[in-house]
């Protein structure tokens, strides 16, 4: 898989000759994503970016939707800041209910919770910091569904997240969501690639 670094127009494929190898590119990004997806209580769910997700999601994009190099302009500048850069783990957080109206009573009290998302190992806590695209949080104190935190390790942090004795929790501090879980070493190992040398 690619060290971090930014997608330019280089590294997308004609529709043509993706079309090719679409199957076998989705079949890889499975094996990719199962050891960064971390389920974190009932309904939450985060997917830690790479420069291979990114990839992905702007190939199907312009795959779906045609848009030619107006689009992938656009589609560059959108997920290019979610790809980790150097210290940097990069997390697509959902909170996934079926039922609208639940979902929408749910979020409603959920207002701030992209402020309150952590990784904790050993004695270091990283408190996470939302993207600033736009504002997760809506003046009514609802929160969006969909939440892109960035988690920045100094030299230290990122070595001690490497140890594979290290517990590494990740959760929320929000008083309606405060669920944790400890990172599987599968998923402790990719992350960990995640920070370049």
């Known amino acids: 898989m690619s060290a971090a ?45 790479s420069f291979d997700t990114m990839l992905h999601q702007i190939q199907e994009m312009l795959y ?3 848009g030619g190099e107006e689009q992938l ?9 979610l790809i980790p850069n150097g210290r940097e783990l990069v997390a697509t957080v959902m909170f996934e209910i ?3 109206v639940r979902r929408g009573t749910f979020l409603s009290k959920l207002g701030g919770v992209e402020e309150t998302m ?4 050993g ?24 939440q892109f935190v960035h988690f920045t390790f100094n030299d230290s942090q990122a ?12 959760g ?11 990172l599987q070493d599968a998923t402790r190992n990719a992350l960990a690639g995640d920070f370049s040398d």
């Open 64 to 66: 779906i939707e045609k």
């Open 5 to 49: 670094r930014k997608i330019s127009a280089d590294d997308i494929l004609s529709n043509e000759e993706y079309m090719k190898i679409r199957a076998e590119r989705r079949k890889a990004l499975v094996a990719v994503k199962k050891n960064r997806r971390v389920e974190i209580g009932p309904v939450a769910t985060a997917y830690f970016e």
């Open 172 to 182: 929320f501090k929000h008083p309606q969501y405060a669920h944790m879980v400890v």
């Open 159 to 170: 070595e001690k997240f490497r140890s594979a004795d290290q517990q590494v929790i990740i």
């Open 123 to 146: 004695d270091e806590e990283i408190i996470g910091t939302p993207e600033e695209d736009v504002d997760r949080t809506n003046a009514a104190g609802k929160a969006s569904a969909v």
């Open 98 to 100: 079926d039922d609208p």
């Open 73 to 81: 302009a656009d589609e560059l500048a959108a997920y290019n800041p």
């Open 118 to 121: 952590f990784i904790k190992f």
